[in-house]
């Protein structure tokens, strides 16, 4: 891992919105060669609060977590995109406890639009049904993932806005 004696090793954590660019963001990530992130790219590590069921991984210890940047380039700058960072209360903590300097980047899009692809996502998955309504009443959180002020409040409480780094997914990519 490039920093493996550093105990801040994590350069900048992608934390969300999801269906805002983050995959572009990856990708064109990836082709610096001086920034690395896993593979993966989602590595969800430090939320416990999901739309879906997944792994709790923070339980592993941050052990667990360094071990996903071991095969990283040793000079390179090291980052990882989880865009469901924001949704989860915790999150902001459990970041700010174990890499205070990190840099936090969001991009973020219309709130509908957010709500409706990341449905559409789920549904193409086959984990939602075919009626949006009905999918919504059945798991309200969906609306929540649009509550940006609450979702980035634990964020700028943790962090100094200087560490901060907000895009509007409408305007980043009318010029990306």
Do not use: C
């Amino acid at each position: 891992m490039a920093s493996s004696n550093r105990d801040n090793f994590i350069d900048f954590i992608y934390i969300g919105a999801p269906r805002s660019g983050s995959t572009w963001l990856s990708k064109a990530l990836n082709e610096h060669p001086q920034i690395w992130i896993p593979p993966t790219k989602e590595v969800h590590f430090f939320n416990d609060r999901h739309i879906l069921q997944f792994e709790h991984k923070y339980s592993k210890g941050i052990t667990y977590y360094k071990k996903i940047f071991e095969s990283a380039p040793s000079k390179a700058k090291l980052g990882e995109l989880s865009p469901l960072y924001y949704f989860d209360p915790s999150t902001a903590y459990r970041i700010h406890k174990h890499f205070p300097n990190t840099r936090i980047i969001a991009f973020l899009r219309n709130p509908v639009d957010v709500v409706f692809s990341y449905y559409l996502l789920l549904k193409r998955l086959g984990k939602f049904g075919s009626n949006f309504e009905s999918e919504l009443i059945k798991s309200p959180q969906l609306l929540d993932l649009g509550f940006y002020h609450r979702n980035l409040t634990q964020y700028f409480d943790w962090f100094p806005k200087e560490q901060i780094h907000i895009e509007i997914y409408e305007n980043f990519f009318q010029n990306p």
